[in-house]
């Protein structure tokens, strides 16, 4: 039997390697592709993505050749949803076989309006500093000058890609069950708020709850990637 390829995209500033402990959880007909994206890790000399089209067309070009027949399913953490929700309708529009399933995780619906404030045009210090205020960034590369020059310059072109980001109204919805993945102290959205990712789809919408708050996928490992098995292996019986 084929394993499930499961397509994983990081949130702002992250790498693939943030999904390196998932193959401790996951079961063992799933088959983990972390998805590097530009300027980061393996891929550093890579120039920074430009656009978020640029974004997605550089994705679909390194999944494409492992689009072979196998069912697969794409997740996404914050930043990540948004590539995962457009990376889905690209490869609908190019008639590919629809995802097994989506995780859309720690972020709102595409459609929901979101925080104006364009952190990624201010000075080094500033921007740093609205970082840290976020939380989730590790407190030993905020105080080691030396990475915290590296990774800077990622941030902020991630940030440039999500808050450049302009969600267009789609002609059709996905056709894949999606669950979406939150933490409980998040306070961006309500839960009613969620429930607004099954305008997307023409199929099943769950929404699964976690302690923590938005790098709860860090906090929960074991019972996010436990969320994910069931809903994959439930999906590949189907």
């Known amino acids: 039997m084929d394993k499930i390829q499961l397509f994983c995209l990081p949130y702002a500033g992250g790498s693939a390697v943030v ?7 996951l079961h063992d007909s799933i088959e983990l592709n972390a998805i590097e994206l530009a300027g980061r890790s393996t891929r550093f000399k890579v120039p920074f993505y430009e ?13 494409s050749e492992k ?7 794409i997740l996404g953490h914050s930043m990540g949803s948004a590539l995962a929700f457009e990376l889905a309708h690209k490869l609908k ?12 995780s720690g972020r709102c619906p595409p459609q929901k309006p979101r925080d104006k404030n364009n952190i990624h ?17 590790p407190k030993e590369l905020l ?35 999606i669950t ?20 997307h789809t023409t199929k099943k919408c769950k929404i699964k709850l976690f302690n923590g708050g938005h790098f709860f996928i860090h906090e929960c ?9 069931s809903q994959l292996l439930h999906s590949g019986c189907k």
């Open 121 to 137: 045009l201010l000075p080094d210090k500033e921007f740093i500093k609205k970082i840290m205020e976020m939380g989730g960034t």
């Open 93 to 104: 529009n190019l008639h590919h076989a629809a995802p097994l399933h989506m995780f859309f």
């Open 221 to 229: 490992i074991s019972d996010v990637v436990n969320i994910v098995n």
């Open 67 to 73: 689009l072979d027949g196998r069912p697969y399913a």
């Open 180 to 199: 979406i993945l939150w933490g409980k102290q998040e306070e961006n959205a309500t839960v009613h708020d969620l429930y607004e990712w099954e305008n």
């Open 143 to 177: 105080q080691d000058k030396e990475l915290l020059e590296l990774f800077t310059p990622i941030l902020r072109a991630d940030f440039k890609l999500i808050e450049t980001y302009k969600y267009i109204e789609k002609n059709e919805k996905l056709d894949s069950d």
């Open 19 to 25: 999904y390196r402990e998932w193959t401790k959880y």
């Open 51 to 63: 656009s978020f089209n640029e974004a997605i067309s550089d994705i679909y070009n390194r999944i």
